[in-house]
Every structure is written in structure tokens, then in C-alpha cells.
């Protein structure tokens, strides 16, 4: 194909995105989804689920222990996530870059957590934070046969 000399692995790597109930409580999930689109990534992946606490628990096990862990599980338990899965190159740290800092009030303007979201446990948005965590929250989160393989028409527009 005419992307024979274009498309490397490293535009495929991917990255586990959730809205949290927050976040689609007070609409924000299309305001979401476009910054990722706009930007260039593809989306690969996406469901609208209720967690258990078994599966809040398993995605955020390394926090078990810490102080804010129960409120922080029941929280995603209490409502309606989107859980996504999103191509494209270095989408892992940059959809971090993109969603802010952990703290909304030491996030930039521009981030999703900087623009929309004041408190901690209210920071709307869930982004792995390294391949081996984008790997197991894929896993976690999402059947293989739940994810989509496809070339966006774009491709050769967002990468050279
Ligand atoms: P993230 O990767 O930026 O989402 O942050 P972490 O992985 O460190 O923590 C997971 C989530 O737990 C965060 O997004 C916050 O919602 C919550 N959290 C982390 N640290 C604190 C804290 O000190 N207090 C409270 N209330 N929530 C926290
Ligand atoms: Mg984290």
C-alpha cells in the first residue's frame, strides 16, 4: 500500500482511557472522545459498563492499602464508565499529557483535568501510565474480540 514506508509499529501502540462516572454524569464524553479524535488517535475500542468492585479493584490494585483506596473504588463502582482503548504513536504518554496531572489544580489549562475538574477524586479522567499498565487494563477491561482492527482513511495524514 501507499503506506508501505509510513505507518511503523509505534503508531500502533494503544492505551487504556476511561471516563469516569464523573465524567459522564456531567457530559463530558463526547467533549472527551473529540480531543482524542482531533488529535490524530484511533479509536479502537469502547463500552459503557458499570464496574463491579471485583474489576474497580483489579484496575486500581496498586493503590490497595493506600488511604484513598475504598472511596476511590467505590466511586468507580457508583455509576457509569466509559471504557476505551485508543491508537496511535505515544498515545500512552501523551493521552496523560493530554488528560493533566493526578491533582486538577495542578493541572495546565488546555488538559481535560485542568479545564473541567477541581478535586482529586473527582479528576473525571483514568489514562495507563506505562505499556505495561496500557497492557493489563486492555486486558482487564476488554475481550479481544471488543477491540477493532482497522487503518483510519486519515492515517496518512497524521503521520508522514
Ligand atoms: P492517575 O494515574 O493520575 O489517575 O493517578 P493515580 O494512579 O495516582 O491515582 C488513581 C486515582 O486515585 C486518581 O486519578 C485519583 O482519582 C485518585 N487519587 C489519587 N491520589 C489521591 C489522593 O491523594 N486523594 C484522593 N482523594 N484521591 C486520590
Ligand atoms: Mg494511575
Known amino acids: 500500500s501507499n503506506h508501505a514506508f509510513a505507518a511503523g509499529p509505534s503508531t500502533k501502540e494503544r492505551s487504556f482511557i476511561a471516563i469516569k462516572p464523573d465524567g459522564v454524569h ?10 482524542f479524535e482531533q488529535k490524530g488517535y484511533k479509536l479502537v475500542g469502547i463500552k459503557v459498563i458499570v464496574p463491579g468492585m471485583d474489576l474497580a479493584k483489579a484496575h486500581y490494585a496498586e493503590h490497595e492499602g493506600k488511604p484513598f483506596f475504598n472511596k476511590l473504588t467505590s466511586f468507580l463502582t457508583s455509576g457509569p464508565v466509559v471504557a476505551m482503548v485508543w491508537e496511535g504513536k505515544e498515545v500512552i504518554k501523551y493521552g496523560r499529557t493530554m488528560i493533566g496531572a493526578t491533582n486538577p489544580l495542578a493541572s495546565a489549562p488546555g488538559t481535560i483535568r485542568g479545564d473541567f475538574c477541581v478535586d482529586m477524586g473527582r479528576n473525571m479522567i483514568h489514562g495507563s501510565d506505562g505499556p505495561e499498565s496500557a497492557q493489563r487494563e486492555i486486558a482487564l477491561w476488554f475481550q479481544p474480540s471488543e477491540i477493532a482492527e482497522y487503518e483510519s482513511a486519515t492515517q496518512s495524514w497524521v503521520y508522514e
Open 26 to 35: 456531567r457530559g463530558m464524553i463526547s467533549n472527551i472522545i473529540s480531543r
